[in-house]
């Protein structure tokens, strides 16, 4: 009898029949299923593996623009932002009519549709540039332009269309001639896209043929005021069993023309004031032909699947683009206004209470647009990493949320003054819509980044999981044994590498990356070690205890977030003026990182165990990763902001120029130019100064008081506001 029979028979079967009685690894619905097979395994596999292929991160791709759409960027863009004045918008409430027309002729809508299609053909990174721009102009203008090239008819025709139907709606929806929208929230569905209870019964119409009618109540839906062709999501039900599939077929996403009689479009929800389109859908008795589906007959049933492999790629493209677009506004703007703005005599960039929070703007803008690209440049490569995306949704949303705020205590009162010279409160506005879209950021954190990604991501899980449900004696016992060899080659690497501090990993790169890859694997033993240690000790409860798992997702989103940012400091030429960047963006990671482990340690169990995490933590605070960012980093960080135009482009690259941000530039110039002038004024007073000298102050001063000054208006039209 061979040594695997033995153990088969002694060991596996005994531990096969525990786990599934007492259900101690965790079940997975045929949702969850969808869910977790919907996109693909990228880096997220690497960083689980507690042993990550630095190599092969760092050769991935990182995208740039084809002439092509740097040319739309620089051209109509550009134009399409000059024509929009984000003050007008929010006063009249709706985009311009020329802007809307504007983005119908120039294919906005179309982005993401080929060009055989009659569409632009973007990649996912040009599409991106385009959103990121059009949201340091405007969040009306960029989430208008945004959802049609989101989830919505256009992605899932190109996915699982019938060809007779991409040929008919694909070139509509790419000239603008049709409006589209995607309604899948309800009031009982939110995050939960699962619970839908808008409902489609098959039935046959009077002259035989079989019909779909349809109850629907839908919110929170953008562009459903307008829109002429509806994406929809409902429930399917065939109770006649007129299909031969059974009574309950699943979710189905049709596409329902906004003209058919049942449907109510009349009202409209307001969103924090901002006023891009967003509707309740309603709809009572509304009948669509079965080849309205999405995908016709076939597509009947698999819109489940559909939905979670739109969403797995969709989370990547379009709130990043937002939020990244935002954030540089908001950091732009601070950097810039505290050179010209002046208090007790000084730049109130010099400040080191201000410059501290400049500081860690700039370094926030630099790690979220590295993980942006690098995310992009994956989505390109055909990777659909569904759970990188929901690393970058939820970060890029709550740092663009931190970023504004940031930004707006340093203009003080001037940002909280409304009027056409605030650049900064609309945005701010937008911050929480942005959290609550494609899923709630506290479900995100606490769900999918590691609760999914934790058995989809293991190299073992996930397999061990399937074994039990197929009752699979001999794939489990693989799995499991190989699991076991993972698990103790991890305890030891943690070991190894917390004992050197990282220092026994070879690093790919030189320099100060180095020293950074060394802690990332290190972070990444320690990582896979206490996963599998905790999925050990909670099992099936794991899904339950969210706290935790939240902690665990912020370690594997930080790793995600560093690893991206390394990626960019190589791929841009390790340049000496963002060493500083790199240094703070890093080691403010590798600190929210000690602090996620320490909650680990202090909370993943109790008793003798829990005694024993607990001085793990303990060990923790002895030898962390990482160490509170250094002041004189950020002032560093803050001074090539406000005196560097060549790091300032290039860290806000990508960003309307135009109007406010246009005299900002100016005003910064100007300070610059004439800070010897200022000088001697302050020093030796105004009557040593020059006819010359006179006229550059009288300018400056100018420019100064046009910056710092806000809004005010007249008694009637205040109230006619």
Same mark, same amino acid.
């Given at each position: 009898?061979?040594?695997?029979?033995?153990?088969?028979? @002694?060991?596996?079967?005994?531990?096969?029949?525990?786990?599934?009685?007492?259900?101690?690894?965790?079940?997975?619905?045929?949702?969850?299923?969808?869910?977790?097979?919907?996109?693909?395994?990228?880096?997220?596999?690497?960083?689980?593996?507690?042993?990550?292929?630095?190599?092969?991160?760092?050769?991935?791709?990182?995208?740039? =623009?084809?002439?092509?759409?740097?040319?739309?960027?620089?051209?109509?863009?550009?134009?399409?932002?000059?024509?929009?004045?984000?003050?007008?918008?929010?006063?009249?409430?709706?985009?311009?009519?020329?802007?809307?027309?504007?983005?119908?002729?120039?294919?906005? &809508?179309?982005?993401?549709?080929?060009?055989?299609?009659?569409?632009?053909?973007?990649?996912?990174?040009?599409?991106?540039?385009?959103?990121? $721009?059009?949201?340091?102009?405007?969040?009306?203008? /960029?989430?208008?332009?945004?959802?049609?090239?989101?989830?919505?008819?256009?992605?899932?025709?190109?996915?699982?269309?019938?060809?007779?139907?991409?040929?008919?709606?694909?070139?509509?929806?790419?000239?603008?001639?049709?409006?589209?929208? &995607?309604?899948?929230?309800?009031?009982?569905?939110?995050?939960?896209?699962?619970?839908?209870?808008?409902?489609?019964?098959?039935?046959?119409?009077?002259?035989?043929?079989?019909?779909?009618?349809?109850?629907?109540?839908?919110?929170?839906?953008?562009?459903?005021?307008?829109?002429?062709?509806?994406?929809? /999501?409902?429930?399917?039900?065939?109770?006649?069993?007129?299909?031969?599939?059974?009574?309950?077929?699943?979710?189905?996403?049709?596409?329902?023309?906004?003209?058919?009689?049942?449907?109510?479009?009349? !009202? !409209?929800?307001?969103?924090?004031?901002?006023?891009?389109?967003?509707?309740?859908?309603?709809?009572?008795?509304?009948?669509?032909?079965?080849?309205?589906?999405?995908?016709?007959?076939?597509?009947?049933?698999?819109?489940?699947?559909?939905?979670?492999?739109?969403?797995?790629?969709?989370?990547?493209?379009?709130?990043?683009?937002?939020?990244?677009?935002?954030?540089?506004? *908001?950091?732009?703007?601070?950097?810039?206004?505290?050179?010209?703005?002046?208090?007790?005599?000084?730049?109130?960039?010099?400040?080191?209470?201000?410059?501290?929070?400049?500081?860690?703007?700039?370094?926030?803008?630099?790690?979220?647009? /590295?993980?942006?690209?690098?995310?992009?440049?994956?989505?390109?490569?055909?990777?659909?990493?569904?759970?990188?995306?929901?690393?970058?949704?939820?970060?890029?949303?709550?740092?663009?949320?931190?970023?504004?705020?940031?930004?707006?205590?340093?203009?003080?009162? /001037? *940002?909280?003054?409304?009027?056409?010279?605030?650049?900064?409160?609309?945005?701010?506005?937008?911050?929480?819509?942005?959290?609550?879209?494609?899923? *709630?950021?506290?479900?995100?954190?606490? =769900?999918?980044?590691?609760?999914?990604?934790?058995?989809?991501?293991?190299?073992?899980?996930?397999?061990?999981?399937?074994?039990?449900?197929?009752?699979?004696?001999?794939?489990?016992?693989?799995?499991?044994?190989?699991? =076991?060899?993972?698990?103790?080659?991890?305890?030891?690497?943690?070991?190894?590498?917390?004992?050197?501090?990282?220092?026994?990993?070879?690093?790919?790169?030189?320099?100060?990356?180095?020293? @950074?890859?060394?802690?990332?694997?290190?972070?990444?033993?320690?990582?896979?070690?206490?996963?599998?240690?905790?999925?050990?000790?909670?099992?099936?409860?794991?899904?339950?205890?969210?706290?935790?798992?939240?902690?665990?997702?912020?370690?594997?989103?930080?790793?995600?977030?560093?690893?991206?940012?390394?990626?960019?400091?190589?791929?841009?030429?390790?340049?000496?003026?963002?060493?500083?960047?790199? $240094?703070?963006?890093?080691?403010?990671?590798?600190?929210?990182?000690?602090?996620?482990?320490?909650?680990?340690?202090?909370?993943?169990?109790?008793?003798?165990?829990?005694?024993?995490?607990?001085? $793990?933590?303990?060990?923790?605070?002895?030898?962390?990763?990482?160490?509170?960012?250094?002041?004189?980093?950020?002032?560093?960080?803050?001074?090539?902001?406000?005196?560097?135009?060549?790091?300032?482009?290039?860290?806000?690259?990508?960003?309307? !120029?135009?109007?406010?941000?246009?005299?900002?530039?100016?005003?910064?110039?100007?300070?610059?130019?004439?800070?010897?002038?200022?000088?001697?004024?302050?020093?030796?007073?105004?009557?040593?100064?020059?006819?010359?000298?006179?006229?550059?102050?009288?300018?400056?001063?100018?420019?100064?008081?046009?910056?710092?000054?806000?809004?005010? @208006?007249?008694?009637?039209?205040?109230?006619?506001?």
């Amino acid at each position: 009898m061979s040594f695997k029979t033995l153990r088969t028979n @002694y060991v596996t079967k005994p531990l096969f029949k525990t786990l599934k009685r007492k259900g101690l690894l965790p079940s997975i619905s045929d949702t969850e299923k969808t869910a977790l097979r919907a996109g693909s395994v990228w880096i997220e596999g690497e960083l689980f593996s507690g042993k990550p292929d630095f190599e092969r991160i760092f050769s991935y791709n990182y995208p740039t =623009l084809s002439k092509e759409e740097q040319a739309f960027l620089d051209n109509e863009v550009e134009e399409v932002c000059a024509m929009t004045d984000d003050w007008e918008v929010f006063y009249t409430r709706d985009l311009p009519e020329q802007v809307w027309k504007y983005l119908k002729d120039k294919s906005f &809508f179309g982005m993401i549709i080929p060009k055989e299609h009659g569409g632009l053909g973007f990649s996912a990174y040009g599409h991106s540039c385009v959103i990121e $721009k059009l949201a340091t102009c405007s969040q009306v203008l /960029a989430i208008t332009v945004m959802v049609p090239n989101s989830l919505g008819p256009a992605e899932l025709l190109l996915r699982y269309g019938e060809e007779n139907q991409k040929k008919y709606y694909l070139p509509r929806l790419a000239n603008g001639s049709e409006i589209p929208c &995607f309604a899948l929230t309800e009031p009982e569905a939110g995050s939960d896209a699962a619970a839908i209870r808008s409902h489609g019964t098959i039935f046959k119409d009077t002259d035989g043929n079989l019909k779909i009618k349809l109850q629907f109540e839908k919110r929170y839906i953008t562009l459903g005021a307008v829109a002429t062709v509806i994406g929809l /999501a409902f429930v399917c039900k065939d109770p006649e069993n007129l299909l031969g599939r059974g009574v309950d077929l699943g979710i189905t996403c049709a596409l329902v023309t906004a003209d058919k009689n049942g449907i109510d479009q009349s !009202r !409209r929800h307001d969103p924090m004031g901002v006023p891009f389109i967003n509707a309740p859908l309603i709809g009572k008795d509304v009948i669509i032909n079965l080849d309205d589906v999405i995908g016709g007959l076939e597509g009947i049933g698999k819109g489940w699947q559909m939905l979670m492999e739109s969403l797995a790629v969709g989370r990547g493209i379009s709130l990043p683009s937002t939020s990244t677009g935002g954030s540089k506004l *908001a950091a732009f703007v601070a950097s810039t206004y505290s050179v010209v703005r002046y208090q007790f005599g000084i730049a109130i960039g010099k400040f080191e209470g201000v410059a501290e929070v400049i500081g860690r703007l700039g370094a926030e803008v630099y790690v979220l647009d /590295a993980a942006k690209r690098f995310t992009l440049g994956a989505i390109d490569d055909g990777e659909k990493p569904a759970v990188a995306n929901a690393i970058m949704k939820y970060h890029s949303t709550e740092k663009f949320r931190k970023n504004i705020m940031d930004a707006m205590d340093i203009q003080g009162g /001037a *940002a909280i003054i409304m009027g056409p010279k605030n650049l900064l409160a609309h945005a701010y506005y937008g911050a929480p819509i942005a959290i609550t879209v494609e899923g *709630a950021n506290i479900i995100t954190r606490t =769900l999918i980044q590691f609760g999914q990604g934790m058995i989809r991501c293991h190299p073992y899980a996930y397999a061990e999981i399937e074994a039990i449900e197929k009752e699979d004696i001999d794939a489990f016992d693989t799995y499991f044994f190989e699991h =076991l060899s993972h698990i103790i080659r991890n305890m030891f690497r943690a070991c190894i590498l917390g004992i050197s501090r990282g220092h026994l990993h070879k690093p790919q790169n030189r320099g100060i990356t180095a020293r @950074y890859e060394q802690k990332l694997a290190w972070c990444s033993a320690k990582f896979a070690c206490m996963s599998d240690i905790a999925l050990g000790l909670m099992g099936s409860g794991m899904k339950k205890r969210e706290s935790v798992s939240g902690r665990f997702a912020d370690v594997l989103s930080q790793m995600y977030l560093l690893s991206a940012t390394l990626k960019r400091f190589e791929a841009e030429g390790s340049l000496p003026a963002d060493e500083v960047f790199l $240094k703070v963006g890093m080691e403010e990671g590798f600190r929210k990182i000690d602090e996620a482990f320490l909650g680990i340690h202090q909370n993943l169990s109790g008793g003798l165990i829990g005694m024993l995490f607990r001085f $793990k933590g303990y060990c923790g605070r002895i030898n962390p990763m990482g160490r509170a960012v250094n002041d004189r980093d950020l002032h560093a960080v803050a001074m090539l902001l406000a005196s560097d135009e060549n790091v300032r482009n290039r860290v806000f690259s990508n960003m309307y !120029r135009g109007g406010r941000i246009e005299e900002l530039n100016e005003a910064v110039e100007m300070m610059f130019e004439a800070r010897d002038v200022i000088r001697k004024r302050k020093k030796l007073g105004e009557n040593t100064l020059s006819v010359e000298e006179k006229k550059i102050l009288e300018k400056t001063d100018a420019l100064q008081q046009n910056i710092i000054a806000v809004d005010s @208006y007249t008694n009637e039209d205040y109230f006619r506001c």
